[in-house]
């Protein structure tokens, strides 16, 4: 809210040797009499504040976007509004604060002013010269410089003393974390289609109808656009390239690691502080009086800790030999490492893996295939770009370029092999009636383009054509009523017996629950009406052909001992003070602005913006 405060001078001083001109922006083109944009109450808006403020903000925007940005895309964005508007902030504090007689001294001033390090010298102290240069630099006088820091100080003092303790209610918290963190225990059961005693009956034809155009949307076809469309992908030409024996060898001789592994071992390694340690937690394992793990947890660490995955014998130093001699499962050890002496514990044998280059052949060959076929396409790219350019079609295509004609029915979903890749699905998508083809680049190197023949719209399937899944889809609907009544009864039951099990039903028990858990098997929806339901309430809760009952149990307030919970507090706390500082800060902002009045020129601002044309 600061109208050229402190940190943003200090960025002209910085910017000013960057950015020619600056320091004199507002003076060209204006007239000798324009000297505001506007005002608030007796405080002046400055046109030359005016100016460095909106170049400041669209410098900013420059270097965060990386682009060149002119007045006019800069006032499309809102930028010379939102500038004015903090001016004019700013200037109603200031009014305000001379109102009320708030200022800052001038040994305090000058301890601004000496502190900060643009101002210094060779020696690091305060250098008047330095201070009067560097305010030269950014078009800034003396007397303006420290008007402006006096203004600013005395704003932070205003607006400091505004919002200093806001603080919300308590009770404001303690309802939002109830509703975050309170937990719900219950019991719950599902009712499962065989605890049903009739069977559905045979659904009739009106019946079946009505379902088909009660669920009209399951049965429709998605819009489908008819394409014709031309590939190429490195798959197409493996058996055009030409691979030789001596660069197979190479390769396989480059990657020889790959196809010679030795023994590996999977080991998990204790290091401590002293060998006397080591020997001592050795000799408790040989005596059975604790275990490995048991060594591990009483270091306060996890087996993950220590785990060294899976190494070779010369990874582990002179550990080694008895690590690979060792059965899975054995400590053996204490050997000295860089950690310090420790325990090593076997967890896994690996076997030698060796493939020779007479299986590996293929792999290799059909490898560097691949990556000699997306040069060859590559190198075609542009050729094919030309052909498409030059208006050739995607049939002419097939002979220039060799690549492969097709028509597919799309839709998002199509199963159809060019609808694997990312890049022709969005061109697809993006297709309209009129477009040229234009060359799409695939993921595995491959080239494409499509041309858009027509669009089906969507429609629904006869009843005919659908009738197995209709009759399978009114079944379930039906099932789903059924069991639903069953549960409503058992609920009934269960008001005055109380026992799940004796109905038949499996039932789980939840402890500890918050609103934002999932529950595994639950329908959607399960925990929003829990955590509607009061102790001993019973309910049916149904959804995604799942019927449920559930019984509330028990309703716990937040666990404050939970970590979480504690850090939740913390930030709600902190963020419901600094949203009730910025409301008080707003009303009081339009308060003093109304108190004060407003004034803008127009016209000065017009002529500022001139000299950005």
Avoid: C
Avoid at 20 to 46: C, W
Avoid at 197 to 218: F, G, K, M, N, W
Avoid at 310 to 336: I, S, Y
Avoid at 466 to 472: G, L, M
């Amino acid at each position: 809210m600061a109208r050229g405060g402190t940190t943003k001078i200090l960025v002209w001083i910085l910017m000013a040797m960057l950015i020619l001109g600056l320091g004199g922006f507002g003076v060209i083109n204006l007239s000798g009499n324009v000297r505001t944009v506007g005002a608030v109450g007796d405080e002046k808006i400055t046109v030359q504040e005016y100016a460095r403020a909106l170049q400041e903000e669209i410098r900013g925007l420059e270097s965060r976007t990386g682009q060149s940005i002119s007045l006019q895309q800069a006032q499309s964005f809102g930028l010379d509004k939102s500038v004015l508007g903090r001016l004019v902030g700013s200037a109603a504090l200031d009014n305000e604060a001379r109102q009320i007689g708030l200022s800052i001294g001038d040994e305090n001033l000058l301890k601004q002013i000496t502190q900060i390090s643009a101002f210094t010298g060779p020696d690091g102290k305060f250098d008047r010269e330095s201070y009067k240069f560097a305010l030269s630099q950014a078009g800034l006088t003396e007397s303006e410089f420290e008007a402006e820091m006096r203004d600013e100080t005395a704003r932070n003092l205003l607006q400091g003393a505004l919002i200093a303790g806001a603080q919300m209610p308590g009770v404001y918290v303690d309802t939002l974390m109830n509703f975050l963190a309170e937990r719900r225990g219950f019991t719950w059961a599902v009712v499962t289609p065989d605890m049903l005693t009739a069977p559905l009956p045979t659904p009739t034809e009106d019946q079946l109808t009505a379902y088909h155009q009660a669920h009209e949307a399951d049965f429709t076809t998605p819009q489908v656009k008819k394409l014709t469309y031309v590939w190429l992908s490195p798959d197409m030409l493996l058996d055009q390239v030409d691979v030789d024996e001596a660069a197979i060898r190479e390769q396989y001789d480059a990657n020889a690691a790959d196809y010679m592994r030795p023994e590996r071992r999977l080991v998990e390694r204790l290091a401590f502080s002293d060998e006397d340690a080591a020997l001592t937690a050795k000799g408790k394992i040989e005596a059975n009086e604790t275990d490995f793990e048991m060594l591990v947890k009483e270091r306060g660490l996890e087996l993950s800790d220590v785990d060294m995955g899976d190494v070779a014998k010369d990874d582990l130093g002179a550990a080694g030999g008895a690590v690979f001699n060792a059965e899975v499962g054995d400590v053996v050890g204490p050997f000295e490492t860089t950690l310090g002496p420790a325990l090593f514990r076997l967890n896994g044998v690996l076997a030698a893996q060796e493939t020779s280059y007479e299986d590996a052949r293929q792999d290799i060959r059909d490898e560097l295939a691949d990556d000699r076929a997306r040069r060859m396409i590559e190198g075609q790219a542009d050729a094919i770009d030309d052909l498409l350019a030059g208006g050739a079609t995607l049939e002419e295509l097939v002979s220039e370029a060799k690549m492969q004609l097709g028509t597919v029915d799309w839709f998002a979903d199509v199963d159809a092999p060019i609808n694997g890749y990312a890049a022709f699905r969005d061109a697809a998508e993006a297709v309209q009636d009129g477009d040229y083809p234009a060359l799409i680049h695939l993921d595995d190197g491959g080239l494409a383009a499509l041309r858009l023949e027509s669009i089906v719209e969507p429609t629904v399937k006869p009843l005919d054509q659908v009738r197995d899944e209709v009759i399978a889809g009114w079944e379930a609907a039906e099932t789903t009523k059924a069991l639903e009544t069953l549960a409503q009864d058992m609920v009934m039951t269960l008001a005055t017996e109380g026992d799940m099990a004796a109905l038949g039903l499996t039932a789980q028990i939840e402890t500890n629950v918050t609103r934002s858990q999932f529950v595994t098997g639950a329908p959607r929806g399960f925990l929003q009406q829990v955590f509607t339901m009061k102790p001993g309430d019973v309910t049916v809760i149904a959804g995604d052909d799942l019927v449920t009952i559930a019984r509330l149990d028990d309703i716990l307030p937040p666990d404050a001992n939970d970590p979480d919970v504690v850090a939740i507090r913390a930030q709600l706390t902190q963020d419901t003070a600094a949203s009730l500082a910025q409301d008080i800060y707003a009303a009081y902002a339009q308060e003093i602005q109304m108190r004060a009045g407003i004034t803008l020129d127009q016209a000065a601002i017009n002529a500022v913006h001139a000299n950005f044309q």
